[in-house]
């Protein structure tokens, strides 16, 4: 069994992440620990209790770190929703989180397992940074790690120059990349154009007719309608299951390289900027692998596998 653990600031498209990780069968979540990010860390955690009991699982829960390390959190309700869920006022959870905090419970984990926990990353990384801060040593236990993160060809969420999980807690996401964890950064144009569902591949979903498909759509409505009224693409866009995708099935990404990437900390033009040094002209030593191309017929046929009855 692949040993999974998911950092998330869970709203509508982080849950449907979680629910591809729970439902592969060869995938073992040993934890989801929740940070400040779209939503705020108490209605994250909330919704990612609620997902992983409609996948029927046990899987601990843990709330993390409040706000990021130096800023002020900004949260993403416009697009994702009052609830982080499109609205959809979905039931308390049965379950109630862990009492253990996120990033004692990921430190743990770490040093119970070396090597053996891969992590992805959904959320600003703000619970990571401070993990690793109190335990640098975790960085060589991690075998790999995805981070669903940044915009390589600097076309920004956020600003024209920064995607959110990094705008979000920019200082945070800098001590991660040099934290010497093995890191293949995601960015957020992985998931624009024609990586989006569009209606023809909805319908198909809803045609599973299956919870977790009725799911992947209800609890993106506000997303889906969002994301085609303020950047006019087809459908829904789903940063953070791409890039789980890319973690359950690393085929998925069909080009990557190895550089020297940093994050702008200092600027407010382009704070959270993700600098890519594509042609190593500053010769640093390379740090982090970056996604430059994904198999978009692949990455939905991921997605479409978790979403089927068994
Ligand atoms: C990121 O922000 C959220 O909308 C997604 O969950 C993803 O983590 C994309 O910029
Ligand atoms: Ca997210």
Redesign the pocket.
């Given at each position: 069994m692949r040993r999974f653990w998911i950092d998330?600031?869970?709203?509508?498209?982080?849950a449907v992440?979680i629910l591809m990780a729970l439902r592969t069968p060869d995938v073992v979540v040993d934890g989801i620990s929740v940070v400040s990010?779209?939503v705020p860390v108490e209605m994250g955690t909330r919704n990612a209790l609620y997902t992983v009991e409609l996948c029927g699982k046990q899987t601990p829960v843990y709330s993390g770190i409040d706000r990021p390390l130096l800023r002020e959190p900004s949260y993403?309700y416009f697009?994702?929703g009052p609830d982080g869920m499109g609205g959809m006022n979905y039931p308390e959870p049965a379950g109630a989180e862990d009492k253990v905090h996120a990033v004692d419970a990921f430190i743990d984990a770490v040093r119970g397992s070396p090597g053996e926990i891969t992590l992805v990353i959904?959320?600003?990384l703000s619970n990571i940074a401070s993990a690793v801060r109190i335990a640098p040593d975790i960085a060589d236990k991690i075998p790999m790690c995805y981070v669903?993160?940044g915009a390589a060809a600097c076309l920004?969420?956020?600003t024209p120059a920064a995607?959110?999980?990094?705008?979000?807690d920019p200082d945070a996401a800098r001590i991660v990349f040099h934290s010497g964890i093995p890191i293949l950064m995601v960015g957020?144009e992985h998931?624009r154009g024609e990586a989006n569902l569009d209606d023809d591949d909805m319908a198909f979903v809803r045609s599973l007719n299956t919870p977790y498909a009725d799911f992947t759509l209800d609890c993106n409505e506000s997303?889906i309608k969002t994301n085609r009224e303020w950047l006019g693409d087809p459908g829904l866009?789903l940063?953070?299951p791409v890039?789980m995708a890319i973690a359950l099935d690393p085929e998925v990404c069909t080009k990557r390289g190895k550089h020297f990437v940093d994050v702008e900390t200092i600027s407010d033009l382009t704070r959270g900027m993700t600098v890519v040094d594509e042609l190593g002209v500053l010769n640093k030593e390379p740090n982090i692998e970056v996604c430059w191309e994904i198999n978009i017929p692949l990455w939905k046929e991921t997605l479409y596998t978790t979403l089927r009855d068994e």
């Open positions: 998330t600031d869970t709203a509508s498209d982080d992440a990010g779209n993403a697009f994702h959904l959320g600003p669903m993160g920004g969420n956020m995607e959110f999980n990094i705008w979000a957020w998931c997303a866009a940063p953070d890039t």
